[in-house]
């Protein structure tokens, strides 16, 4: 069944009687010729695109609990590509071009908004730091603006512009960045995956990971052994739990990541904006309530739920930037659990056992970079070549010395 306007008239005219669940609820089969591991945002936008652009069949999406009920439910919905480094920007301003098409390529309303996002900047030499990253993103194909103080007040009068220690002086600006909502990408590709015969197999826990002569055999569950010929693990903070089935120990860690949202208020803030004086960054939903976010908590957690000292930092982080917020209620607030690499950059790459993918590491970058990261993970598994977007993203770029650090943190994964 394919959504339109059409099919809504239709349907209002007939009592509402036409319409089908979204994807169905198979078992499992005995075995398939691909299994993704984690039904996320990642692993759902693998399998779509696994059958629908590689023309692969006989794939399941395997998830230990429901569809969309990890980090894709669980983040603050931005969109962007304001990158620099030569690593990232290209995947990530592809990742953004597949967001401008996906609506319309997997039939669903994801709403896509591109409202535009800046980047605050406080002092001279962080005003050049932007310049020379907004230069890398126009030279990778992105848009990017350099905005003055005067036209970041045009935008948002009731910023703190005369801060005594953080004065906003101006901002970088992408005007195609902006929010998605975040369970309709999920539901979007996992009906979309559906339609092309994925089975979805939801409350399906990988217990462990079977191999044999040094290649991928298949996988045990809690519903039973199913074989498979590749395995793609996309489970996002759980990577290291999964991948200790192989005695693999993986260069990251596992930190959770508070998002939180507001009262609803009256429309406030159009675009997405980010403090550059302290980790904070803002939106403001369809429904009037402003989300939020900033830091990690500093120690390594599976927990989906954080603690007071990180949404204290947060809360004065967002009154240093507006102070008129202290008046507004927090409505509620959740948890992620973010794979922090070494070097604050995923990896996309095969395992020394074959027939064995990873996907993973994504820090704070996951959410945007969902339909890139399907797209070159499926790129992977069908081609066993990395997509030309995503050549950098290997685990042997940490023997080479050839780490991704777009902050320059060094080797501190709750740093990135």
């Known amino acids: 069944m394919r959504y339109s306007g059409f099919r809504v008239i239709a349907e209002a005219l007939t009592g509402h009687k036409g319409w089908k669940p979204a994807w169905r609820d198979p078992e499992p089969q005995a075995s398939y010729d691909y299994i993704i591991v984690g039904g996320g945002g990642h692993g759902l936008a693998t399998a779509y695109y696994l059958a629908k652009e590689f023309k692969q069949a006989r794939i399941a999406v395997l998830e230990k609990g429901y569809l969309g009920g990890g980090n894709v439910g669980r983040n603050t919905t931005i969109i962007r590509s304001n990158y620099l480094l030569d690593g990232n920007e290209p995947f990530y301003e592809f990742s953004l071009k597949l967001w401008e098409g996906l609506e319309q390529d997997f039939n669903y309303n994801a709403m896509v908004s591109q409202r535009g996002i800046i980047n605050l900047y406080h002092t001279d030499a962080q005003r050049d730091a932007y310049t020379r990253r907004g230069n890398a993103m126009i030279l990778h194909g992105a848009d990017a603006e350099l905005l003055n103080r005067d036209q970041v007040r045009a935008m948002y009068p009731f910023l703190n512009f005369d801060n005594a ?79 200790a089935h192989v005695n693999m120990r993986l260069p990251m860690e596992s930190h959770v990541l508070q ?70 209620r927090l409505l509620r607030s959740w948890g992620g659990i973010m794979d922090m690499s070494m070097d604050g950059s995923p990896i996309i790459d095969k395992t020394d056992i074959d027939g064995l993918y990873f996907n993973g590491g994504w820090c704070y970058g996951g959410f945007k970079a969902t339909p890139a990261s399907g797209w070159c993970f499926a790129h992977l598994l069908a081609t066993d070549q990395p997509h030309p977007t995503a050549t950098a993203y290997r685990f042997d770029r940490f023997r080479k010395g050839l780490m991704i650090d777009e902050k320059g943190q060094g080797a501190q994964p709750n740093l990135h």
């Not at 960045?177 to 979805?200: E, F, I, N, Q």
């Not at 998002?259 to 159009?270: M, Q, Y």
């Not at 900033?294 to 954080?306: K, L, P, T």
């Not at 603690?307 to 982080?317: Q, R």
């Open 259 to 328: 998002a939180f949202v507001s009262e609803g208020l009256k429309p406030l803030i159009d675009g997405v904006m980010t403090y550059g004086a302290g980790h904070f960054y803002v939106s403001q939903s369809d429904k009037g309530g402003l989300v939020f976010g900033g830091d990690i908590d500093g120690y390594n957690s599976y927990a989906q739920r954080g603690n007071m000292p990180v949404v204290e930092d947060v809360a004065e982080g967002g009154m240093s930037l507006m102070p008129m917020i202290g008046r507004a």
């Open 165 to 243: 220690r953080f004065p906003i002086k101006g901002a970088l600006m992408q005007r195609r960045g902006g929010t998605v909502r975040h369970d309709a990408v999920a539901w979007g590709y996992a009906r979309g995956a559906d339609m092309r015969g994925v089975d979805l197999i939801q409350n399906c826990e990988v217990t462990g990971i079977r191999t044999e002569n040094g290649r991928v055999t298949g996988v045990d569950t809690t519903r039973g052994f199913i074989g498979a010929k590749k395995v793609g693990v996309a489970v996002a903070g759980s990577s290291s739990k999964v991948m």
